[in-house]
């Protein structure tokens, strides 16, 4: 096996009614495929992986947005939960990948 990155793709990404599992459908495919959820160790590459692509997130011009989660109150838009229904962010995730 290769360390060649695999050429990206689209994918529509979904929650499982249960809420604790996800599946995702390449685009042009009929195919659902499970996503694992995965215990990620800190010292493990996967985990130190997924702090690199964070760090370049975060550092990225454009981010700023995508930081924190939206406080629908604070700006004023109080229908923002009804149209979003799993909102993510990137302090999020890195709380999700330090504290499992």
């Known amino acids: 096996e290769t360390n ?3 050429e990206a793709f689209w994918a529509l990404l979904d929650v499982r009614a249960d809420d604790a599992s996800y599946v995702c459908q ?3 495919q009929s195919t ?3 996503i694992e959820n995965q215990d ?10 997924c702090e690199k ?9 454009k ?6 989660p939206v406080d629908p109150v604070a700006l004023g838009i109080p229908t923002y939960l ?7 962010d990137i302090s999020t995730i890195t ?3 330090e504290n499992g």
């Open 26 to 28: 390449p685009e042009g």
């Open 40 to 49: 990620l160790h800190q010292d493990s590459e996967a985990y130190n992986e």
């Open 53 to 61: 692509i964070l760090n370049w997130l975060r550092n990225q011009s």
């Open 95 to 97: 709380d999700k990948l």
């Open 63 to 68: 981010a700023g947005p995508f930081l924190y």
């Open 82 to 88: 009804d149209i979003v229904k799993h909102p993510m």
């Open 4 to 6: 060649q990155p695999k």
């Open 32 to 34: 659902w495929y499970s």
